[in-house]
């Protein structure tokens, strides 16, 4: 999640929610994951690839001890120490999300479908959002961070990530996809803000 705060004819942006640049027009950028993705704000992205099948996550996985989390459709109300105030969801998890590419360094895609709605926010703030607040947990504390990779065939709406402001009253939610490695099963989903303390939501 991104601010802006506004200042006269000017504007001053604030870092907030572990946000990422945004861009405001589709954009192609070379992935964390080493594939070359196209992200857009546009709930239809292309890519030239050949479908593929995502690779199988087996095991069990359990949320490590000391992580306290919610159960998933759980909803979190936070207020943030720059005076935003919203409530979270994390609603599912899905250990092999489906695509027509698999990530280029290997390991296979998982999301999880994630709501945001703003309730207030100080004068003159611009609140967006950003895909980099999110994060998947194995059992034994292994983080994957949301990927800036997408494909034809990800899970659909999209979260938003960088792109249009969201206003007070209104509520966000689609997908994030995130590479896991091959035999890791995702035991949690969190989201960290910068403004606020992480919350995790699990099975």
């Not at 659909?156 to 206003?167: C, D, F, K, T």
């Amino acid at each position: 999640m991104r601010k802006v705060f506004v200042i006269g004819a000017g504007m001053m942006l604030l870092a907030g929610c572990g946000a990422s640049t945004p861009t405001s027009s589709p954009t192609t950028t070379a992935a964390a994951d080493g594939a070359t993705s196209s992200v857009s704000s546009t709930p239809v992205a292309t890519h030239d690839a050949t479908a593929t099948t995502p690779a199988t996550a087996t095991a069990t996985a359990t949320v490590p001890a000391r992580v306290s989390a919610l159960p998933l459709g759980k909803e979190h109300s936070f207020a943030g120490r720059d005076g935003v105030q919203a409530r979270v969801t994390a609603f599912s998890i899905n250990q092999n999300a489906p695509s027509v590419a698999k990530p280029q360094n290997g390991g296979h895609w998982a999301s999880a479908d994630v709501q945001y709605c703003l309730d207030a926010v100080p004068a003159r703030f611009i609140d967006t959002l950003s895909w980099s607040s999110w994060a998947l947990l194995d059992s034994t504390y292994g983080r994957y961070p949301a990927s800036s990779s997408t494909y034809e065939g990800m899970p659909l709406p999209r979260y938003p990530n960088g792109s249009a402001p969201i206003a007070v009253g209104e509520c966000a939610r689609g997908s994030i996809v995130f590479v896991v490695p091959s035999g890791v099963t995702v035991a949690a989903v969190r989201y960290a803000p910068s403004d606020t303390d992480p919350v995790s939501w699990a099975p």
